[in-house]
Each structure stands twice: as structure tokens, then as C-alpha cells.
């Protein structure tokens, strides 16, 4: 097996982990809540999840970067300014930074895990849509409506899941 | 020598990332002085190597061979500011890092009792962080440009 074969797997095992974490990050965070506050079990699942989202991102980002490398290596450097990869390090660098907000509490929740969420999903889509002709600015202002989309989605389906669970036990 | 540059790249990505892990451990309720102890010597360690791999590369084969094409090619802007920036923010990274590194190890019990002692820090880890995300960045555009 070569050396771009081993990246590649490794570039999508990290996406997969990342992507896979981002979304049950969400529904145990939905399902923790519930019942309004987050017990031992519920914390170890969540801290759990974290981990293997932190995982995906270094796999993510060390592959990544180690493709780059490797592909400046045998010549082919015109591929460095397309813009669908600016678009990927763009929203690698929003997940790493959304990641300390949250961790510092310093981003309102809802738009926290719709960043989180949606930019796991955007950056799988940009790494499998290869012949997406865009510009950088399309890509990213697409992005932002979709953040704010998915963010006022999942505020919709908590609101009503928790809703429904207190009426339920009432 | 193709090597040295993938070394640096790679190295340089790991000292980035340790960067990374102090500021989360930083700003994590309960601080865990011996992880910061860690990801702070692994921080400035990758950064002397990824500094003397680079350097090595740059005095070699970047100086000679590559900046002359990009400077006579389509995007001499690469070298004239990213490179320029790069090459000398990179001069003091590893000091940031070995500063970050000896704080933890000689003022660390301060960090937990002392609020605008640990802001301070916080606010130095960022810097660092944000340093080396701009360098890594800045590679990129150089390394797109011949």
C-alpha cells in the first residue's frame, strides 16, 4: 500500500468519526437533556462522543495536510488555490475554533452545535463533491445560510422533543 | 530533500495542534496541570524541529530554487508577504511555546487561583495558536505559487 492510499483512508476515517460524532453528539445532548439536567451516564456518553470528535479532527487535519504535503512533493501544487480546498480549511479552522468557544461557553449554544453539525457535513460534502464548480465566496456564504438553517432547525426539534417529554410524564 | 519539507509540514502541523490542546485544556473547568505540562514541551518541541527541518530546506533548496520562480512567476505577492511573514513570525514560535511550556511547569499551581494570571496565559496559548494556524496557512499559499 502506498503512502497516498494510506492518507486517503485515513482522511475519510477521520471524516467518518468526525461526521458520525457531530451527529450523536446531538441526539444524546438531545436526549440528555430531557429530563433537564445531564447524569453521570449521560456526561461519560457526551464526554465520550467529544473524544471521538476530536479524534476525527486530528486524523482529519494531520491526512490532510500530509496529502498536501505529499502532492507538493511530486509537482502538483496548481491544485493549492482551488477554492473548494480554502473552503475545507475555512470550516476546518470555524470547527476547531467553535469547539474552544463552546468548551469556553463563549457561543450561544444553538449556533454552537449547528456549527458543529452543519461543518462536519459541509466538509464531507466539499471532500466527495469533486466536480463542484464554485467560487470561494459561493461555497462560504451557501455555508452560512445553511449554519443558520440548521440552527434554527434543531432549536425547533428540542423545543418540541422537550416539550412533548414533559407533557408526556406530567 | 523532499523529505525535510514533509517533516516540516507534518512536525510543524503537530506543534500546532499541541498548541491547540493547551488552549482547550486552558479553558476546561478542571485543569489538568500535567496534560498542559505535556501538550506544552510536545508544542515547543515540534516547533524547534519543524523550525530546523524548514530552515534546513529553506537554505538549501527553497532560497535558490523555489523563490526565484515564484518571484519571476504569476504570484510573486507569495513570497513578498507570506512567505516574508511566515518565515519571520516562525523565528519566535518556538520561544512562545518554551515561555507557555516553563510557566506551566514553574507557575502552574498559580494558574487555578490566580483568574487574571490564567487570562493571561490563555491569552498567550491563543496567540500562539492563532501563529501557528497563519503559518500553516501561509505554506500553503507559498507552496501553491511555483
Redesign the interface.
Known sequence: MDWHTILIISHIVGTVLGVGGATFAEIFYLKAIKDGEIDPTEGSFLKTTYFILRTGL?LL??SG??M???K??QGA?????NPI?WAK?TIT?II?TN??LL??HAIPSWLGFSLSLTSWYAAMILGLWRSLDASYVAIMLFYIVWVLAVGFILERIRVWYIGNSRHTRV | MTTFLIAHIVIGLIGVMASYAVLMGLLKKRLSLAFLKTAGFAAFLAYITSWVTGGYYYVLRYGPVVKPIIKDGGSPWAHAFFMEAKEHIFLFMPVLAFVLWVLFVAAGARIEKDARFKSAIIALASLVTALGIYVALSGVVISGAH
Open positions: 486530528v487535519v494531520l495536510f500530509s498536501l504535503a505529499l507538493v512533493s501544487s496548481g491544485y493549492l488555490y480546498l480549511l479552522i476547531a469547539a474552544l468548551q469556553a
